[in-house]
T-cell receptor, first 114, second 113 residues
Framework: GENVEQHPSTLSVQEGDSAVIKCTYSDSASNYFPWYKQELGKRPQLIIDIRSNVGEKKDQRIAVTLNKTAKHFSLHITETQPEDSAVYFCAVNAGGTSYGKLTFGQGTILTVHP | EAQVTQNPRYLITVTGKKLTVTCSQNMNHEYMSWYRQDPGLGLRQIYYSMNVEVTDKGDVPEGYKVSRKEKRNFPLILESPSPNQTSLYFC????????????FGPGTRLTVT
């Protein structure tokens, strides 16, 4: 099955700095790469996603880059703020399916210090 | 309000006592899933359903059962819970063709003693 590795497991930055989280995957058929944010005690929520035919996607302070050849994709958060503190999960759609079979990474605990 | 609901939110039970966690969504989503979340392991998919009466195993299905008799409901059944099933469980749903965009329920904290 699909294997997704996420690094780092914890990340601590100062407010205003950038944060980068990287995921690698094994299934070359995967073609959707969403990122979810989970605040403490809350449910995961989709924050951004990228398709395999796109190399980069931006939404305000967050961006996703994808390298299909190397099978890795990354989440970039610029100008971090304390409210960015959360657990971030990458995911891939196993086998390139569209019906909700997702494999998640292990999560990254991001802490932004004021 | 569009939402995914789960019940109960918290449950403490004993080994071997059958239990059901309910999940319901009011967004007319075709796809539904169950996940468990454990520290350091992320979210692992237990089962998913593509439509009524269509379900398939995720990555960690052992010890769990599901059914999808109605589009809006997707209960998770633990026939004989064991302590290693102590976890935080999330139900999620998504639109047909957009399975990567999942809407999660609030979670159910299960403790099996």
């Amino acid at each position: 099955g699909e294997n997704v590795e996420q690094h780092p497991s914890t990340l601590s930055v100062q407010e205003g700095d950038s944060a980068v989280i990287k995921c690698t995957y094994s299934d070359s058929a995967s073609n959707y790469f969403p990122w979810y944010k989970q605040e403490l005690g809350k449910r995961p929520q989709l924050i951004i996603d990228i398709r395999s035919n796109v190399g980069e996607k931006k939404d305000q302070r967050i961006a996703v880059t994808l390298n299909k050849t190397a099978k890795h994709f990354s989440l970039h958060i610029t100008e971090t703020q304390p409210e960015d503190s959360a657990v971030y999960f990458c995911a891939v759609n196993a086998g390139g399916t569209s019906y909700g079979k997702l494999t998640f990474g292990q999560g990254t605990i991001l802490t932004v210090h004021p | 309000e569009a939402q995914v609901t789960q019940n109960p939110r918290y449950l403490i039970t004993v080994t071997g006592k059958k239990l059901t966690v309910t999940c319901s969504q009011n967004m007319n989503h075709e796809y539904m899933s169950w996940y468990r979340q454990d520290p350091g392991l992320g979210l692992r998919q237990i089962y998913y359903s593509m439509n009524v009466e269509v379900t398939d195993k995720g990555d960690v299905p052992e010890g769990y059962k599901v059914s999808r008799k109605e589009k809006r409901n997707f209960p998770l059944i633990l026939e004989s819970p064991s302590p290693n099933q102590t976890s935080l469980y999330f139900c999620a749903s998504s639109l047909r063709g957009r399975g990567y965009e999942q809407y999660f329920g609030p979670g159910t904290r299960l403790t099996v003693t």
